[in-house]
Each structure stands twice: as structure tokens, then as C-alpha cells.
């Protein structure tokens, strides 16, 4: 099991937009992968799943942990969390 | 007989037509089929399935949910309507979530109907979403129920629910999945009885420049017992199975609609309609002229916006620079604060989208204990509209204004325009001090870093407390330029607070007290050789306009849907008059009076 933490700096957060994006690139991989909102230290939930994922209420400015399970968790991991900090489709300082 | 009801206008414009119900109200045969069918055991109507094909039968739906879906977000993204296309990309990926299909699954299993697990899933999940704690967020699991609907439909073999003929569609809320399937021209007009100015189904309106009204108490209750007491008067019609639908009228500007308008009624909003269409055309066709009076004196027009996303609009409707760009955006709804670069961003969207020839005004953030935003920690005030907020948190630790002044020289180096900002809640010559001294500060830090920088920022401040008006000829001196805050202004000076209804009355611009009071404000930025704009609700409102500009001020600045009308109406009017106008106001005792001044002069722009 790996996991990364990584800071959400999209304006509005993991809204439904950049939310499908990050779904969708979740279920590319084999691996179990769950996202945690440490903000509210609420458990992990299923990264591949986006109801799941708006439901942990990811605002700006939080930073959630990425962790994945499986035969591809380090490259599903580091591709995330570089998807995340590029913004998932979305202009980010 | 014609029935009326009230109802709050979400988009303007009036239509007539047959009102369309959604959803469709059981006939009585289907109510009694359903009673029968709730009577007898449910296996004696429908074979019933094993568990097994029941599953598969859940499966299968979702799964042609989902391809429904994104058929329709590829439809429409091909239309060019990428925001709507978004929806159903996600609401497809929806149809097929593990937290609502194995959800549904898991109850199927467990011996509950398909249909109904479905339902109960979807309900669960939507709920979980709706507590939330983001309204963005939260939202959206509207669009969970919509999905849920959706694969219980095709469970139940039944098609969507669409109007059949041009219509005004009737509803508590519509759901997105049936605005985006209506056929085009098949709706006229939106009546809500629940729903909101930001419903998807009145954004929608606006786009399509139909009109819209939300709230309406009773509405249903009223469209039910007319269709009834219709039905129960044309035997014949019931009869023959198709009973007339019922007429209904929609004024979208005014917020009314009528049931069942008599020809009289009709007659009225014919006439409203096609005035809005004379009025919307005359006004369209200024809007590449500047702002000016009939006799070519120019007043600047500019726009109030609320985000970056706000520009394109202020721009579509002629705006010649943002007069106000509100900047709590960026602190609302977050955990920490924004950082220099994220602002700078958002500043240079909207400099680079107006050019260097259309200036925008920057308000530094108006926070206080009000707007609960947890990284400043402020504590929690008696009266946060009188207690420590704006400028008055500009020397605390979190250097909330020393980080935003920074971004905005930047933003303007980068943007390669000369930055415009203000400080809003100004009551001293202190105050103006402080502003100044954190913006040279600022620009001095960015320098010796050899970070980018605009050569210099036009600096003002917001007059919007009675202390600044007081002494402005002072303040004059100090800025290069005011921008007076009617709202804050009339709350202040009428020691009424803004969010109290019972006070309303005390809350109108328009009163003698708040008009001195600005002339007093433009006198002394006259002397200083200053410009004054005025940036609220006052400036967008025609008669506020016009009084406004006969004071002497020099630029207005309101929402991008109000240009057009604050733009005919002073082109309507030479100066001689506006300066007559605002002599006659000035001397008057009360609100009323001022209104009956300016009553004329807007008269002609309907004549």
C-alpha cells in the first residue's frame, strides 16, 4: 500500500467538474484507490467512485491523502497526485 | 375566472401558453390501478423475478442509464453547450457508481423490488450528499435523485415525461435530465413553485431568453383544482379523452402569473411582450455607444461583477470597465487563505479580458466576523456590520490586504494595464493612510524581489460611511478617486439595517438625506479634481440614475442586466434637464416625492 498527501488549490475545490476528472483517471488503475479529506478526518472513501468523492466535501485550501492497493499502487498514486497539482483541467496558483 | 399569483421574477420576459405539469398527476384510472395493485400481493401482478435476474435487471439499467447520458452530454457538447454537457458526464458516471448501483444491488439481494431499491439508493446517496457543508457541492445531488428517476424508468419500461406541444412548463422544480430533452421551441415559459434564481431550470431560461418565475406559493395546488374544476365542466372532453389544457400567462419581469387569463388579461400581457421586445431592441442598439445624455455629455458605464466568470457578460452588454469587482470569492469557502498567486490569476483574467482601455476597479476584500471564514479567526461581534472588518483588519497578522495589494500590482504588470483598486469601509484619514502606506510597502517588496510590478496603481476608496462623507474634502485630497456605496451609505445614514424587512422603507436611496449627502460627496471631489462613480443598487436602478448623474457624478457602475436600461434612460435626457431634476430632489422632504419627480422623465422611454 503507498499513499501521498497532496493540497487541493482548485477555486472550488473537488467540485463535479475536476471531481469526473479524477474519478476517471482513478478507475484507470487495477489498484483499490481511496481518497481521505484529512480536513475532516472523516475514513477514506473509493476514489473510483463520484459519489463517494463529492461527498467528501474536498473544499480549497484541504489536504486529502491519496492512497492506493495493487499490483500498480505506486504509479496510481504518483499519477493522481500529479493530476491533482496540475489542476484536473482547471487553472490553479 | 382569471386566477393570479404572485411569484419572485427569475427571467424576464412574457409568455402565454398551455401550462404543461411535471410531473404528470395520475389519471384516475392509474390511481385506482395502483390502489388494486398495493391491495393485492405485489407477485400476483408482475411475475416475480429471482433474485438473480433481479440483479441483472438493475444492472442492465444502469448500465443503459449511463449510455442515455452520454449520448445526451455528447449531443449537447457538439451544440456547444458544454456546461450542460458536463451535467450528464457526470450524471452518467452516476448511473453506474459503486455508492448507488452495488448499493442497489446489495438491497435487491437482500429481497427489496428493483424498482425500489433503485429509489432508496439513490435517495440515501443523495442525502449523504446534501449534508455537505458547500452549496456547490450539496447541489448536486439533485443530480443523484435525477439519475435514480432515470434507471427506475427504464425498470418500469416507461418513457420520459416531455411536453407534447409548445408549453409553460409547471413545476415544484424541473430536473436538468428533462430541460436538456425538451424539444427546441417546445417550451415557452418556467413557472416554479419551489426552485431558486440559480435553479438549473432558470438558467436555462435566461439562456434561451424565455421567462421564468420561482417561488409561486400555491401554484401547484391552484394548476391542480383549475385542471379539475376544467375537466369536471367539459364531460364531453373527458369523454372524448383529451380535456383542453389550461391557459396560463407567466410575466417573468414582474414576478405574476395568471390561470385561465381572460381575453382582457391576454390583451395586457400581449402588450407587455411586445413593448419588452421594443425596449430590449431599442436598448441592444445602443450598446455600442458609450454611456452619454441625450446632448452628448458622457457618463462612463461600467459593470459590478462577483467573479472572473462574470466578465464575458458585462462585456456582451457594453460595459466600458468594471466599476466594482467584488474579491470575497476568494476567501469564501475554504480553509486557508488564498494564496498571492491564485489571486493574481483571477485579477489578471478579468484586466486582460477588458484591456487596457476599460479599467477595473479591484475592492479589496470587505470581510468581517460576518462572512464566518475560519482561517482569520476573528471573533464572533454583537454587530459585524459595525465592528472589525476591511480595512479596520489591515494591521492584524494575517495580512489579508498587504497579500491582496501585491497580487494586484502584479496582476496589473502582467495583464499589462494600470491596476485600479479601492478600500472599502473607509471612516478616517487613518484609514486612508494605512491603504497607502501597505500599497507602497507592497510595491517596494515586489521591486527590490525583482518581482513583476505595474509602474502605478489609481487608488480610492469606497464612501459608503457617514464619517467619510463627512469629511471628505479631506479624504479628496489623499485618493484619485471615490466610488460611493449607496446600500452601505442608506444602512448607515438611516441607522436601518439592510437585512431587517420590516425596514424597508427606510432603505431607499432615493431619500432627500442620502441624495445631499452625495452632493456633499461631489462637491468636494469636484474641488479635490477627483472623479466620483457610484456602485449601488442605486446606480442600476433608471430613476437612481438619473438623479445620480444630474448630482454630478461621473460614472455608474450595476450589474451587467441593468446597463442597457440605465444607458436608454440617460439617452433620453439632455443635461439642462438632469440638472433641474436633481435641484427639485435636492429640495424635496421624502423618497416619494423624488420618485414623483423622476417619473416623467422615465415615462418616455415607454412612450
Known amino acids: 500500500m503507498k499513499s501521498r498527501d497532496v493540497e487541493i488549490r482548485n477555486p472550488s475545490g473537488l467540485h463535479a467538474r475536476p471531481a469526473v ?46 492512497a492506493a492497493d495493487g499490483e500498480d499502487e505506486t504509479q496510481a498514486v504518483a499519477h493522481l497526485k500529479a493530476a491533482i497539482e496540475g489542476g484536473l483541467g482547471e487553472p490553479v496558483g | ?104 444491488i446489495r438491497r435487491v439481494r437482500a429481497g427489496m423490488d428493483p424498482v425500489e431499491a433503485v429509489a432508496e439508493s439513490a435517495t440515501a446517496a443523495a442525502e449523504m450528499l446534501a449534508a455537505v457543508d458547500d452549496e456547490l457541492l450539496s447541489a448536486r445531488s439533485a443530480d443523484i435523485r435525477d439519475v435514480g428517476a432515470r434507471i427506475g424508468r427504464i425498470l418500469r419500461g416507461e418513457q420520459p415525461e416531455l411536453p407534447e406541444r409548445p408549453s409553460i412548463a409547471v413545476a415544484d422544480d424541473l430536473p436538468p435530465s428533462v430541460t436538456a430533452e425538451i424539444p427546441a421551441g417546445f417550451l415557452l415559459g418556467v413557472a416554479l413553485a419551489g426552485g431558486s434564481r440559480t435553479s438549473h431550470a432558470v438558467i436555462l431560461a435566461r439562456g434561451l431568453g424565455i421567462p421564468a418565475v420561482v417561488g409561486a406559493a400555491g401554484l401547484l395546488e391552484a394548476v391542480d383544482a383549475a385542471t379539475d374544476a376544467a375537466v369536471a365542466a367539459t364531460d364531453a372532453a373527458v369523454a372524448a379523452g383529451s380535456p383542453a389544457p389550461l391557459a396560463i400567462a407567466v410575466d417573468g419581469s414582474r414576478g405574476e402569473i395568471l390561470l385561465e387569463p381572460s381575453d382582457d388579461d391576454i390583451g395586457i400581457f400581449r402588450g407587455r411582450a411586445d413593448e419588452l421586445a421594443k425596449r430590449t431592441r431599442r436598448a441592444a442598439a445602443l450598446r455600442d455607444r458609450p454611456g452619454a445624455t441625450a446632448d452628448g455629455e458622457r457618463v462612463a458605464l461600467v459593470a459590478n461583477i462577483g467573479t472572473p466568470d462574470d466578465a464575458p457578460r458585462a462585456l456582451e452588454a457594453g460595459a466600458e470597465g468594471v466599476g466594482l469587482f467584488r474579491t470575497e470569492f476568494l476567501y469564501m469557502k475554504r480553509l486557508t487563505p488564498p494564496t498571492e498567486h491564485e489571486q493574481m490569476l483571477a485579477y489578471r483574467r478579468v484586466m486582460t479580458a477588458f484591456g487596457p482601455d476599460r479599467p477595473v476597479v479591484i475592492r479589496l476584500a470587505d470581510v468581517g466576523g460576518d462572512k464566518g471564514i475560519p482561517y482569520l479567526g476573528l471573533p464572533a461581534e454583537a454587530d459585524p456590520f459595525l465592528g472589525g472588518r476591511a480595512t479596520r483588519l489591515a494591521d492584524r497578522p494575517h495580512d489579508l490586504m498587504r497579500r491582496q495589494l501585491r497580487a494586484i500590482w502584479q496582476a496589473g504588470a502582467l495583464a499589462e494595464v494600470t491596476p485600479h483598486a479601492m478600500a472599502p469601509m473607509v471612516a478616517t484619514v487613518s484609514d486612508v493612510k494605512l491603504l497607502l502606506q501597505l500599497r507602497d510597502e507592497a ?63 427606510l432603505q431607499d436611496a432615493l431619500h432627500p438625506s442620502v441624495l445631499r449627502t452625495i452632493a456633499g460627496v461631489v462637491r468636494d471631489a469636484d474641488s479635490a479634481g477627483i472623479p466620483v462613480a457610484v456602485c449601488g443598487e442605486m446606480a442600476g436602478d433608471p430613476a437612481g440614475a438619473l438623479i445620480l448623474v444630474g448630482l454630478g457624478v461621473d460614472e455608474l457602475s450595476a450589474d ?12 433620453a435626457v439632455t443635461r439642462a434637464e438632469l440638472d433641474g431634476l436633481s435641484t427639485r430632489a435636492l429640495a424635496s422632504v421624502d423618497a416619494e416625492s423624488v420618485r ?12
Open chain 2, 443 to 505: 510595491r517596494d517588496d515586489l521591486r527590490s524581489k525583482k518581482l513583476p510590478c505595474a509602474g502605478k496603481m489609481v487608488t480610492g476608496i469606497m464612501v459608503e460611511t457617514p464619517s467619510a462623507a463627512i469629511i471628505a474634502a479631506e479624504l479628496a485630497q489623499m485618493v484619485d478617486f471615490f466610488s460611493i456605496g449607496t446600500n452601505d451609505l442608506t444602512q448607515y445614514l438611516m441607522a436601518a439595517d439592510r437585512a431587517n424587512a420590516s425596514l424597508s422603507s
Open chain 2, 1 to 104: 375566472m382569471t386566477i393570479r399569483i404572485e411569484a419572485s421574477a427569475a427571467a424576464p420576459g412574457v409568455a402565454i401558453g398551455p401550462a404543461w405539469r411535471y410531473p404528470r398527476r395520475p389519471t384516475q384510472e392509474e390511481t385506482a390501478a395502483e390502489h388494486d395493485r398495493q391491495r393485492s400481493s405485489r407477485g400476483a401482478v408482475r411475475p416475480k423475478l429471482t433474485k438473480a435476474q433481479s440483479v441483472a435487471a438493475v444492472t442492465d439499467a444502469a448500465h443503459r442509464a449511463a449510455d442515455q447520458l452520454t449520448a445526451l452530454a455528447d449531443r449537447l457538447s457538439e451544440a456547444g453547450r458544454g456546461d450542460d454537457a458536463g451535467i450528464f458526464g457526470a450524471q452518467a458516471m452516476m448511473a453506474t457508481d459503486t455508492a448507488l448501483l452495488d448499493e442497489a
Open chain 1, 21 to 66: 476528472l479524477f474519478v476517471r483517471q482513478a478507475t484507470t488503475f487495477k489498484s483499490s484507490v481511496t481518497l481521505q479529506n484529512l480536513a475532516t478526518g472523516k475514513p477514506p472513501v473509493d476514489a473510483k467512485s463520484l459519489i463517494a468523492v463529492l461527498t467528501a466535501g474536498v473544499l480549497t485550501g484541504t489536504t486529502v491523502r491519496i
Open chain 2, 560 to 571: 451587467a442586466g441593468s446597463l442597457d436600461g440605465i444607458r436608454a434612460a440617460l439617452a
Open chain 2, 596 to 607: 414623483a419627480i423622476v417619473e416623467p422623465y422615465l415615462a418616455r422611454l415607454t412612450g
